[in-house]
């Protein structure tokens, strides 16, 4: 069984600063995928970025990018220059690659404050 | 547009009243699957479906059914509903697995009194 972890329930952040969202999971599986969500106000889940687990490049989606760190199992999300829009929750995710569930495992969340 | 579509958005019902909450998918994905938010626990899997007529339980099925008739359609049936299920609800659906994009439906926020 897969577990996500995000050990930050709340986080703030001045406009224009950068940020750094933790996530950690645990995994039996040789090959995974791990994403970030953002949930904003209108609750609606949206994929901010994905990383697949055997590529050790981090992946990157404009001003948010990942520090992937497979062998200890962590999953950051940075967001630079954020931006009011920003605001919302977090959610990182695991998915395995094998069997014939396409699940995804969420953390528990971190709720991001932009400051103006 | 592609989409997932949730009815209803907003439902208040009572203990015991039989409630089916809809899912639609105009992107032909095969698989669909249900979620449940509550505070403090992230989103948590209810049921499945790989495909029509082929559906399965997620970490959470008690007191859900579902079924899969058609490839577009994913109903979420409650057919005695409990205050412990007053959650939201998101539908999702993805062509496969891996780094194909699982889309979410708006979500169904259900109270339950």
């Known amino acids: 069984a897969q577990t996500v972890t995000q050990s930050q329930p709340e986080m703030s952040v001045q406009e224009a600063e950068t940020v750094t969202l933790s996530c950690t999971y645990d995994?039996?599986?040789?090959?995974?995928?791990l994403f970030w969500y953002k949930q904003p106000p209108s609750r609606q889940m949206i994929l901010v970025i994905r990383q697949e687990a055997y590529k050790q490049q981090n992946a990157t989606e404009n001003r948010f990018s990942v520090n992937f760190q497979k062998a200890a199992k962590s999953f950051s999300l940075k967001i630079s220059d954020s931006q009011l829009g920003d605001a919302a929750m977090y959610f990182c995710a695991s998915e395995s690659s094998g069997g014939s569930n396409y699940k995804l495992t969420f953390g528990k969340g971190t709720l991001l404050t932009v400051n103006p | 547009e592609a989409q997932v579509t949730q009815n209803p958005r907003y439902l208040i019902t009572v203990t015991g009243k039989k409630l089916t909450v809809t899912c639609s998918q105009n992107m032909n994905h095969e698989y669909m699957s249900w979620y449940r938010q509550d505070p403090g626990l992230g989103l948590r899997q209810i049921y499945y479906s790989m495909n029509v007529e082929v559906t399965d339980k997620g970490d959470v099925p008690e007191g859900y059914k579902v079924s899969r008739k058609e490839k577009r359609n994913f109903p979420l049936i409650l057919e005695s509903p409990s205050p412990n299920q007053t959650s939201l609800y998101f539908c999702?659906?993805?062509?496969?697995?891996?780094?194909?994009?699982?889309?979410f439906g708006p979500g169904t926020r259900l109270t339950v009194l």
């Open positions: 995994t039996s599986e040789s090959d995974y995928y």
């Open positions: 999702a659906s993805s062509l496969a697995g891996g780094p194909s994009e699982q889309f």
